[in-house]
């Protein structure tokens, strides 16, 4: 009897937390709009991030001030062109899951080579229709930690 009780209080604990944590998951599926991301990116940047039921993401944010290319082709940008785009703009998609409050994202390709292959965790909150998580190794470099802020795309 007494295994039994201990099993019924086992589960009364373990129980409610997974539905709990499935909230959280199901809460980031959709398609998010960038509110703010940090100095770097300047005034008004523009972003979005999707996520869906199965576990792909996909994100891009950019500034709002990139200097458009005066040979209108990508492949013949001059090198300041070619700077301001590779510094004011990031991209990269591959797969997420979340464990507790922490998005552990997988990248499988980046418009920044070095996180190509890498895992970045970001804990994050979801209040109503905002999303905020802190980006603790930003690929601007540097020690400071980037606090990125989303709204749901209506």
Known sequence: MKAASALAFALAIALPATPA?????????????LVSAGESWGKNPKGRLMLDANGHYSLAITRADLPKFTSNSRVKGTAEENKASVSGSIVHFGRYKVEGKDLILSIEASSFPNWIGTTQTRTFTVNGDDLSYVNPKPSAGGAAATKVVWKRAK
């Open 21 to 33: 944590l499935a909230q959280s998951a199901k809460a980031l599926v959709g398609s998010w709009t």
